[in-house]
């Protein structure tokens, strides 16, 4: 009996209205990352966009992780990432549930972004990315929508931990 009360409050629990809330803004920020990505894949005849002097948009597929880090020919390893990515979205998604709203919040901006590369990496077998930031020669690392919204809620969190009081 107290195994089907656990249960119930479980199932209670991911049936809240916040968390609907917070499933939705997961799917527009998904919706967003693949509204741009399928934008820039579907103008491929130009290679570069010079958006200014400081932004251009080049199409690169990237089968690293963040910044084209881990990037391998071998399938196993991507396969294996790949299979860790998809691990860590569903424990941030069992986190956010059960957190408090400013974090469902924080953690369902890192959700939303981590799934729009993961359903390329499962797609495509890479991610693509597109946003290249540069002054004179320096480039930063080329990234897309997806990996704004990850910062975003990286930086979201962790400035959060320092104006915690535990």
């Known amino acids: ?42 103008n491929s005849e130009q290679s570069i966009y010079f958006l200014n002097k400081f932004v251009n948009l080049d199409l690169i597929w990237n089968t690293g992780i963040g910044f084209g880090l881990l990037s391998f020919d071998s399938l196993v390893i991507y396969n294996s990432i790949t299979i860790l990515i998809g691990l860590i979205i569903l424990y941030l998604s069992y986190i956010a549930i059960a957190s408090e709203t400013m ?10 972004g981590a799934f729009g590369n993961f359903y390329d990496r499962l797609l495509y077998n890479a991610v693509p990315d597109f946003i290249d930031v540069h002054y004179n020669n320096f480039h930063w690392f080329t990234f897309n929508v997806a990996d704004i919204f990850i910062t975003l809620g990286i930086i979201f969190f962790v400035t959060r931990g320092f104006f915690e009081k535990n």
């Not at 991911?14 to 693949?34: A, P």
């Open 1 to 42: 009996m107290n195994l089907i009360k656990k249960f119930n409050e479980k199932k209670n629990m991911f049936l809240k209205k916040e968390n609907i809330l917070y499933l939705f803004s997961i799917i527009l920020i998904f919706s967003l990352d693949r509204f741009t990505k399928n934008k820039i894949m579907s």
């Open 103 to 112: 974090d469902k919040l924080i953690f369902s901006i890192i959700i939303g």
